[in-house]
């Protein structure tokens, strides 16, 4: 499922409405479907070639800004990131595979992190158990990275490894 090809879809209910984000292999009769059961006109912003990884990607990437399954509000950073994926700016392409570690070591490991980021140790122990860090601490870690001049920290790198969590056998 995760390799078959489709299309990322961006439809928006009316000129300033909630946005939906989803994944079709007809991207026109889905919007049809769509239409059918919503009150409110709904216009495609565009769609584009992809996987569902990328679906996965861009939804991880505006979770703070997700009303409810697939809905986002429509603020300047999810039309911005729309626009980057319809013109192909935005990666979303498959990253090599990483590991948690590759975040904690170098901040030193789970303390400096916790330190770094300002939360409780317990949090950054409980990251490492679960393999997963919450979406919540993605700023904080990569502005700590940033200024502790650690490259290779960044929101790419950790929605890979939340993609990676997400489809992991």
Known sequence: EFCTMIYIYFFQIGA??????????????????????????IRSLGHRAGIANHELAIHTL??????????????????????????????????????????????????????????????????KQRGSIPVKYWSAITKAAKRRNLSGITVEKLVNLHIQKKIAP
Do not use: S, Y
């Open 62 to 127: 505006l979770a703070d800004f997700r009303m409810e399954g697939e809905w986002f509000r429509p603020e300047a950073l999810v039309l911005d990131t729309i626009q980057k994926a319809l013109a192909g700016e935005l990666c979303l392409e498959d990253h090599p595979v990483c590991r948690l570690d590759e975040i904690f070591q170098p901040f030193g490991g789970t303390l400096n992190l916790a330190k770094a980021i300002k939360i409780k140790p317990g949090h950054v122990i409980t990251m």
């Open 16 to 41: 300033c409405g909630p946005i939906k984000i989803g994944r079709a292999v007809n991207p026109k009769r889905r919007l049809k479907a769509i239409q059918g059961c919503c009150p409110w006109p």
